[in-house]
C-alpha cells in the first residue's frame, strides 16, 4: 500500500503513519517528493490495515501497490533513479557507457583497455576476475590478482570498475577493489547473493536471467532493494529463444517497458545480446534510441586471442565508432553520454 500524505503534513503525522505500518510487521519506506510525501508499506496485505491509516490524521488516501515487485515499482517512487559512482553516472538523462573485456587477461591488456575506454568517453570500466563460464574447462578468470589489476587500471584512469561477484563470500573481497558489483545472469535469481549485495553499500548491475520474465527480473531487483540497497542498475543482456542466428535474441522492447514500470535506470549488453561482434555497434545504437539509460559492451585490443568471449568483443577502432554513432543518436535525444 502506500499512503498519500496530504501537502505540508508535518512530521509527526508522517511519523504516526510509519508507527501503524511497522506495528502490523511491515516495512515503511518513506518518499519525499516536491510537493507530496508518501509512505510505502511493504508486505503481506493486512485486513483492515488500510482503513485503518486512511483515518490518521494528515492522512489524504491509501492506494494499494499493484504490481508483485514494490519498492522497484513506479508506483512507490516515480522519479528516475541515478546511480552515480566515481565518473559513471547511469539514469536520469545521463547515458553512462561501460565497456572493457569480457575477463581481466594480464596487465598489458587491461591497462591498454581503460587508456582506450576513457578516450573515446566511456566512464566506466567492466572486466571480469571471477568468471563463470559454462565449461568447468574454460579459463575462469585471475581472481584475485584480476582484481588488483581493474584497481590499477581505475588509479591510471579514473574510471569506475564493474566486476562479477558470484558467491557471497567473494563480496569483501571484490569490495575492496570494485566501484559496482556485477550480478551475473546465471545468478540473477541466486536470492542468498541477491540479499547478500542487498547489505553492501556498493551500486550493484543486475543482468537478467536468459529465461527470466520481466516480473522476475523485477523480483529479483526487489530483493536487492528490500534488503537496504537503493543502488540498483537493471542489464538487459539478451534472453534464450528458439533463434539461433544470435547467442541470445536481445529485445530492446524491454527498455521502454523497464522505464514504465521500474524506477531503476536500465543498461543494455548488446555483446552478450547478440555474441557477434558485427552485430554489436547496431544494436548499441538502438538501445540509446530505445531509450537506454547506459551501455555495457565487451571490448579487446585483439579479439582472436581473447581468452572468453573475443566473438563478440569490438576492436578498439570498432569501439570508437561505436561511441560516435551513439553519441550522434544521444545527442538527438537530449541525453548526456
Ligand atoms: C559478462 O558480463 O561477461 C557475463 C558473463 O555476462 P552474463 O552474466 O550476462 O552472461
Ligand atoms: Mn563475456
Redesign the pocket.
Given at each position: 500500500m502506500i499512503v498519500v500524505m496530504k501537502e505540508g503534513a508535518p512530521k509527526e503525522q508522517i511519523d504516526q503513519v510509519i508507527e501503524h505500518i511497522e506495528q502490523w510487521g511491515l516495512r515503511s519506506h518513506v518518499i519525499e517528493g516536491t510537493e507530496l510525501t508518501v509512505v510505502a508499506a511493504i508486505g503481506e496485505k493486512r485486513d483492515g490495515a488500510k482503513e485503518a491509516l486512511e483515518i490518521l490524521e494528515g492522512v489524504e488516501k491509501v492506494v494499494p501497490i499493484l504490481a508483485p515487485y514494490k519498492m522497484a515499482s513506479t508506483e512507490v517512487k516515480k522519479d528516475p533513479t541515478v546511480v552515480e559512482v566515481r565518473g559513471l553516472r547511469i539514469g536520469g538523462g545521463h547515458l553512462g557507457v561501460i565497456a572493457g573485456p569480457?575477463?581481466v587477461e594480464s596487465r598489458e591488456q587491461i591497462l591498454e583497455v581503460a587508456h582506450i575506454v576513457k578516450e573515446a568517453g566511456a566512464a566506466g570500466l567492466?572486466g571480469?576476475a571471477f568468471?563463470?563460464r559454462t565449461s568447468p574447462y574454460s579459463f575462469q578468470g585471475l581472481k584475485e590478482k584480476g582484481l588488483e589489476l581493474l584497481a590499477e587500471a581505475r588509479e591510471a584512469t579514473g574510471l569506475a570498475i564493474v566486476t562479477?561477484i558470484m558467491a557471497k563470500e567473494q563480496i569483501d573481497l571484490v569490495s575492496r577493489y570494485a566501484d559496482v558489483l556485477?550480478v551475473?545472469?546465471?545468478?540473477m535469481q541466486n536470492y542468498p547473493l541477491l540479499e547478500a549485495v542487498g547489505e553492501s553499500p556498493l551500486p550493484v548491475l543486475l543482468?537478467?536471467g536468459?529465461s527470466a520474465t520481466m516480473d522476475e527480473f523485477l523480483l529479483a531487483a526487489e530483493y536487492i532493494l528490500k534488503t537496504g540497497n537503493p543502488r540498483v542498475i537493471l542489464?538487459e543482456?539478451?534472453i534464450r529463444t528458439f533463434e539461433d542466428h544470435t547467442r541470445f535474441t536481445l529485445p530492446l522492447a524491454s527498455v521502454p517497458y523497464l522505464h514504465q514500470h521500474t524506477h531503476l535506470p536500465v543498461v543494455v549488453?548488446p555483446?552478450?545480446g547478440t555474441g557477434k561482434a558485427s552485430l554489436v555497434a547496431t544494436m548499441a545504437r538502438a538501445a540509446v534510441a530505445a531509450g537506454a539509460d547506459g551501455l555495457?559492451v565487451?571490448m579487446h585490443p585483439n579479439p582472436d586471442k581473447a581468452l572468453?568471449?573475443g566473438y563478440q568483443s569490438l576492436t578498439p577502432a570498432g569501439f570508437r565508432q561505436m561511441m560516435a554513432e551513439c553519441r550522434k543518436i544521444a545527442r538527438v535525444l537530449e541525453m548526456r553520454m
Open positions: 569480457c575477463s567492466r571480469g568468471k563463470p562479477e556485477q551475473g545472469a546465471r545468478n543482468k537478467r536468459p542489464c543482456r539478451g549488453d555483446s552478450h555495457m565487451e572468453s568471449d
